[in-house]
């Protein structure tokens, strides 16, 4: 499979100048940074392009500014390119975005949670003795014995993000990081001192958990039109997750980008495109998973790269099976053993020829089928199997798999399901 995610970045991300060139070329742009600049009461188009960046590192700052332009980014993105985008994801505050983005906050409503999550962050490291490291070069289990030992110690030190294999984050007081960071480059590691303005995904964030569940009582959410990747715990949110929740959960739980990365990767991701200022997450991708083709949207290099990458995924996406043409191989397949001609002409021959026009049409476009003539499809397949004589538990078996083949498992997860109780 050849499925894409777009990605959107976390804190460290951020730069004075960050989003000018997009705000120069693109209305859509302009009007969401007015939007946000009302929302927050300050012009965000200043504080983006001219800072200063002691205000633009204020996490109560950074997290509305890097929604917005990310947003925003990636509206642009679907405005240009025709292309299907099968995962979002965000590293922390990107998953806001990601949320945002796939339709579960209004951008009004992510830029005040935004906003809401920095402050009530901010208010959590008001001594300024907390703060956080990244160690490059060992292992996470290897710095995760070394963080354990510590804190069994009655040090109060934690991962905070698990990056990459060989990258992690971690919180806590500064003595503490400190003492980490002696031990860890004594065992081969490169430990560096992160400028941010505080201790995030630890314990040092549980304050801010009630400021941003009072946010988020009363926001309204809206369907999710894309999937949505939960870095908490590195799978996609499920129709039953309590988002706000989640949310919360997460300022004191570390990011496992490492298992979000991985999961996509199982479920068909080869195409990582960054959507936001930098290229962090591209460079992560590119350390984590060894055949990712991977970009970052910020970069006008990597734009024109990706414009070619497009061409080659729809090349790719027109030569695998579709849902459609699985349905009509199956039809064909599959062994008759009802011998009424007059069932057997209403139950196969008709539908099948509908079914042959409906695969020809798709052909005919040179593209994917919709999910309603995928739906179409089924219901067809269901009319010839059952004239047929296939037992349901077979037709949910071979459907599972037409499922599978095709790569639809998001939107029929329903076979998936019948195929396993049939089983």
């Given at each position: 499979m050849n499925k894409i995610v777009a990605m959107f970045p976390g804190q460290a991300s951020q730069f004075v100048g960050m989003g000018k060139g997009w705000h120069e070329q693109h209305a859509l742009v302009q009007q969401r940074f007015a939007e946000a600049s009302e929302i927050l009461g300050f012009d965000l188009t200043k504080l983006c392009f001219e800072g200063p960046a002691l205000s633009l590192n204020q996490t109560e700052n950074t997290q509305p500014a890097?929604?917005?332009?990310?947003?925003?980014?990636?509206?642009?993105?679907?405005?240009?390119h025709d292309v299907k985008i099968d995962y979002l994801a965000g590293h922390s505050i990107g998953e806001l975005s990601a949320l945002t983005a796939a339709g579960v906050f209004s951008f009004a409503d992510g830029v005040r949670i935004a906003r809401a999550r920095g402050e009530a962050m901010a208010s959590c490291?008001?001594?300024?003795?907390?703060?956080?490291?990244?160690?490059?070069h060992l292992k996470s289990d290897?710095?995760?014995?070394?963080?354990?030992?510590?804190?069994?110690?009655?040090?109060?030190?934690?991962?905070a993000n698990y990056n990459s294999p060989t990258q992690t984050i971690l919180s806590g007081s500064?003595?503490?990081?400190?003492?980490?960071?002696?031990?860890?480059?004594?065992?081969?590691g490169r430990v560096v001192a992160l400028n941010v303005s505080g201790p995030f995904h630890s314990r040092y964030m549980a304050a801010a958990a009630e400021a941003l569940t009072r946010a988020l009582a009363s926001v309204e959410l809206g369907q999710m039109r894309i999937p949505v990747m939960n870095g908490?715990?590195?799978?996609?949110?499920?129709?039953?997750?309590?988002?706000?929740?989640i949310l919360v959960e997460?300022?004191?739980?570390?990011?496992?980008?490492?298992?979000?990365?991985?999961?996509?990767?199982?479920?068909?991701?080869?195409?990582?495109?960054?959507?936001?200022?930098?290229?962090?997450?591209?460079?992560?991708a590119l350390q984590t998973i060894s055949e990712?083709?991977?970009?970052a949207y910020d970069l006008a290099e990597d734009r024109t790269a990706w414009t070619g990458q497009i061409e080659k995924i729809r090349e790719s996406i027109l030569l695998a099976p579709n849902a459609v043409g699985l349905c009509l191989g199956a039809a064909v397949s599959t062994r008759n053993t009802n011998w009424d001609e007059a069932a057997y002409q209403a139950g196969v021959v008709q539908p099948y020829k509908e079914l042959q026009t409906l695969h020809d049409g798709i052909a005919q476009g040179k593209r994917l089928p919709e999910r309603a003539e995928i739906e179409q499809a089924f219901t067809l397949l269901k009319t010839i199997f059952a004239t047929k004589g296939v037992s349901p538990q077979d037709q949910a078996f071979r459907l599972q798999r037409i499922v599978n083949l095709s790569g639809t498992e998001e939107l029929f997860p329903e076979h998936l399901a019948v195929a396993e109780e049939g089983r």
């Open positions: 890097l929604l917005a332009l990310s947003v925003a980014m990636f509206e642009v993105f679907q405005q240009e490291n008001a001594d300024g003795l907390a703060s956080m490291s990244a160690v490059t290897v710095v995760e014995t070394v963080i354990g030992a510590l804190a069994a110690a009655g040090q109060n030190v934690e991962i500064k003595t503490a990081l400190a003492a980490a960071g002696q031990q860890l480059e004594a065992i081969g908490q715990i590195g799978r996609l949110y499920q129709a039953q997750d309590d988002i706000k929740a997460q300022l004191t739980a570390p990011v496992r980008w490492t298992q979000v990365l991985a999961h996509l990767s199982d479920r068909g991701v080869r195409n990582w495109l960054e959507v936001g200022p930098g290229k962090v997450l591209k460079k992560l990712a083709s991977a970009f």
